[in-house]
């Protein structure tokens, strides 16, 4: 792997964990939504499937870690993990027109595997559910960010870019 695309990737790392951690929006009842999978869904449109993995699992792991959400960071490692995987591996097979099915399919993962997660640890499948609608929020807040940021983003990365 070049210089460059592991610079990249632990950039990526690092922005995903300082919009999960400072750039938060208090939500009622339902706790924050935070910018930390649409930094990931930005960076997933410039890198490949497994550097995407890293970027989002890695950084969003270490927030939780760094939040103090220690029992979610291993779920979040794979849940962010898979979720910036395959918003990279969709947007770079989707035509132009259809990438924001790239983005929604990685919200869609994030929803799902916080609730499966919360299942695992409330052991509770009724208990878990109250956890959907905050995810749909976070889900969507990012996904309307993403598909707001990437063309800047993508131009601005491919100007830097040394392939």
Known sequence: MKTEKIVLCAFGAALTFL???IIVLPMPGMGYVNFGDSIIYLFACTLNPLAAFFVGG????????YLGYTQFAIFTLI???IEGCVVAYL???IKTTYRVAA???GALIMIAGYYVTDV????DFIAALPSIQG???QGGVCVIFALLAYQPFVRIANKYKKD
Do not use: E, M, P, W
């Open 58 to 65: 890695v950084g969003s792991a270490l927030a939780d870690i």
């Open 135 to 137: 995810n749909l929020v």
């Open 19 to 21: 919009a999960t951690v």
């Open 79 to 81: 849940i962010k993990g």
């Open 103 to 105: 983005f929604v399919c």
């Open 91 to 93: 947007f770079h097979k």
């Open 120 to 123: 695992i640890l409330l052991q």
